[in-house]
């Protein structure tokens, strides 16, 4: 197999990751540094080696995490801040599928399953991913009509969106359900401060069929074999 392939299924990241680990010499075949792309190798002979570590393929293993806010979404983070594998225990290298800024919440799915990864991040899939958020202030019709049809950030319209009006708090604390097809950095609480909002919360519910259901913060579990097989048919 290609050896972006077999170093995606075997857990260190999704294929943009471990070609990037492969462009920048960190990569050996058979003790010999490999920066070619299109390298074919064979897993039951050739020893591969990233970082000076053999790696090998692991057994797929498929996680969802309900993410409290303060960690980092990453495997670990060299200057000791609180990150997610700090709250999952497996044996597998997993990484994480997508990104939560540190101070948002919810939903993140966590996989050694590169494949799935790259599919499930790939814009031309369009995997809608749902949030609750919460904001200081009510938006107009007009600014609703705004944000459903996209907002210029970093001089690029982003998709066509989806928010609807779930339910007052208070004077000053509004909560959206909001869908977006894409996932640009810090993407909601940037369209959000584009109308002079400013998001106070913002919770991930639910990536494509997967739901957060009733999983408790900080928590994580298996996928199930029926929410593995519709993740996989939304792909």
């Given amino acids: 197999m290609r050896l972006n392939k077999f170093l995606a299924e075997a857990g260190l990241g999704s294929r943009r990751k471990v070609e990037e680990l492969i462009k920048s010499g960190q990569v050996e075949v058979n003790d010999s540094t490999v920066t070619n792309l299109a390298t074919f190798v ?9 970082g000076g570590k053999t790696i090998s393929i692991e057994e797929k293993v498929y996680v969802i995490l309900n993410k409290p806010p303060g960690y980092l979404t990453t495997v670990t983070d060299e200057r000791g801040r609180k990150a997610i ?3 999952v225990t497996v044996e597998e290298r997993i990484f994480p599928v997508g ?11 966590l996989t050694n399953d590169g494949d799935l990864a790259a599919k499930l991040l790939h814009p031309r899939h369009k995997i809608p991913k749902t949030y609750i958020v919460k904001v200081n202030g009510q938006l107009s019709e007009e600014q609703l009509k705004v944000f459903r049809q996209g907002i210029e ?82 792909t």
């Fill in 42 to 50: 064979d897993p039951q002979k050739d020893i591969v080696k990233a």
């Fill in 85 to 87: 594998l700090d709250l």
């Fill in 99 to 109: 990104r939560l800024d540190m101070n948002s919440r919810g939903l993140l799915i």
């Fill in 153 to 234: 950030i970093d001089g690029r319209k982003t998709a066509p969106a989806k928010i609807n009006f779930e339910f007052r708090i208070s004077s000053f604390e509004f909560v959206y359900e909001v869908v977006l097809t894409e996932g640009r950095k810090r993407q909601i609480r940037r369209m959000f401060e584009a109308l002079n909002y400013r998001v106070l919360d913002l919770k991930r519910v639910q990536i494509g069929p997967i739901k957060l259901g009733g999983l408790k913060e900080g928590s994580w579990r298996y996928l199930t074999d029926k929410e593995l097989q519709k993740l996989k048919e939304s």
